[in-house]
């Protein structure tokens, strides 16, 4: 349109008669429109353009200091969540592997705790797009936020620290993740990645929302950080462990605790005060709210596995151990550790399930080549042989009532769900696709199953680690399948029960190779 008006208004001269100093005059007014917009471009420093997103009450603004290397982002909206955002967003179009950092500082008096400060990734300027960001809120929370598809609803991982003085977001192949800085300006991985797949090019950039809409919320970004994550083979990259606890009610997740060593398979008290998980043959337990593990004492157990479990009045402990014979074996020991006493003098046994009374345990054993679901006393004695289908039976995990067992099995082709009554009676297939799904935990109340599914990619009789993943949640009424997350797990991810006492969280273990 600019354009468009010059050339009117050169048309109107009487240069017109002169041709040569109209096409002069003409070089001079497009040099100077092209100048412009470059000058116009450098106003925003790293970024092309922005936008209000979403329709706020209130006109948002950016400014960028080249001076002082700072962009100051003033946005209004009623909030970034549900299937709708209103924003203020600073954009640039790019694709493939990236990272954007920077830090944040709120430069206008807290109005709403929940306002956002955040750096993002989005499919497009509609506000239902889908997107990830790192949004640091105006009470200090720090989470990842994202929509896995346009109008889907938003699910967020929180960090387990706030207030961080810099953050960085990174898309690298289908798994989006979160870096924090303290005080000391590192950044580390924050845990909690998640997948989700973004169409090239998309959107990167900053953005503000007030959560109020009669409000104008003002942050200054600086030190901002554009860079390209080059591709490097898994074998060159190390583990990254992330215990993360997930809403049954929201399915938003919050990390409880990150490492760089190889952690599985969380258990959670009766109490609900404490998670207990595997480490290197080890136990350690870790306060709910996060803190710093505390190795409990096995004695000469130093080959425990990912098998492992608390007893009904959270006076106990059972674990599979492989140090005495090499295979795994099942003991008992008080639950703030001790000597393991053994329960199963034959293995491999690997242990899954403890009655609601406390006195048997369910556990899959090989005996003669085949898996297959055994029942014995906790106390030792005879074992009772379960299930006798060809292949694997595996994962076996009591129903509250006492009523059932549900473990995977493989005898239809692929890993699916099942459950029988306690003495192997009755058994009935729960699951039907074409994944293979394993590790099926009942709630405390009953209403829900929770498992982990393998894609076709993995055989049936195999959940190794280090491949993408689904938790998934069925109503155990209506059978109705929910998506719970997506990530990068597997063997590890939730071997064994895991939900909170009250049946409102699930503990898990997610990995990234970073």
């Known amino acids: 349109m600019r354009v468009l008006h010059y050339f009117d208004y050169l048309n109107c001269l009487e240069i017109n008669q002169n041709p040569n100093m109209k096409k002069n005059l003409l070089i001079i007014v497009l040099t ?53 955002d209103e924003l203020h967003y600073v954009w640039k179009k790019m694709s493939g592997d990236l990272s954007i950092a920077s830090n944040i500082e709120w430069m206008t008096e807290r109005v709403d705790p929940h306002r956002k400060a955040c750096l993002i990734i989005r499919q497009s300027l509609e506000p239902d797009a ?87 919320e003002t942050a200054k970004f600086s030190d901002v950080a554009i860079e390209k994550i080059p591709k490097r083979p898994d074998s060159l990259k190390q583990l990254e462990s ?47 709210q996060g803190g710093n593990p505390e190795l409990i004492p096995t004695d000469f157990a130093e080959r425990i596995n990912n098998d492992h479990g608390i007893s009904p009045d959270g006076t106990k402990l059972v674990i599979s151990d492989q140090t005495e014979t090499g295979k795994s074996l099942i003991y008992s020991m008080p639950i703030e550790g001790g000597v393991p006493k053994k329960i199963t003098p034959v293995g491999p046994s690997y242990w899954h399930g403890w009655s609601p009374d406390g006195n048997t345990l369910a556990y899959c054993a090989e005996r003669n080549g085949n898996y297959d679901i055994y029942a014995i006393p906790l106390q030792g004695g005879e074992e009772i042989r379960l299930t006798t289908a060809e292949g694997l039976d595996d994962g076996p995990d009591y129903s509250p009532d006492g009523q059932y067992i549900y473990f995977n099995s493989e005898r239809t082709g692929t890993m699916q769900i099942w459950r029988m009554k306690t003495d192997g009676s009755d058994q009935e297939q729960l699951t039907t696709d074409e994944y293979n799904d394993w590790f099926a935990h009942p709630s405390p109340d009953g209403k829900w199953i929770v498992y982990v599914t393998f894609g076709t990619d993995v055989p049936a009789g195999s959940h190794p680690p280090n491949k993408d993943v689904i938790l998934r949640l069925m109503n155990l009424e209506t059978k109705e399948v929910q998506v719970m997350a997506k990530l990068f797990g597997g063997q590890g991810t939730i071997n064994v029960p895991s939900w909170s006492p009250d049946s409102s969280k699930v503990a898990f273990v997610s990995y990234q190779l970073k």
């Open 32 to 84: 100077g429109i092209l100048f412009s917009a470059f000058v116009q471009g450098q106003e925003l420093g790293l970024f092309s353009g922005s936008i209000d997103i979403g329709d706020p009450k209130l006109a948002g603004n950016a400014e960028f200091d080249q001076a002082e290397n700072t962009y100051t982002i003033s946005g209004s909206g009623v909030n970034m969540w549900f299937d709708s």
């Open 130 to 216: 889908a997107y990830a960001d790192v949004a640091v809120h105006g009470d200090g929370l720090t989470s990842i936020q994202y929509r896995e598809t346009d109008g889907a609803v938003t699910r967020e991982v929180q960090a387990n620290s706030t207030s961080p003085k810099r953050v960085r977001i990174e898309k690298e192949g289908e798994y989006v993740s979160m870096s924090i800085a303290q005080d000391d300006g590192k950044l580390k991985s924050s845990g909690g990645s998640f997948k989700l797949p973004f169409k090239e090019p998309f959107y990167v950039g900053l953005g503000v929302c007030s959560h109020n809409a009669e409000a104008l």
């Open 242 to 288: 992330t215990l993360e606890i997930i809403s049954v009610s929201s399915f938003d997740r919050k990390v409880v605790h990150h490492t760089q060593s190889h952690i599985e398979a969380p258990n959670w008290s009766p109490d609900g005060k404490t998670l207990i998980f595997n480490s290197k043959g080890l136990l350690y337990r870790i306060p709910v």
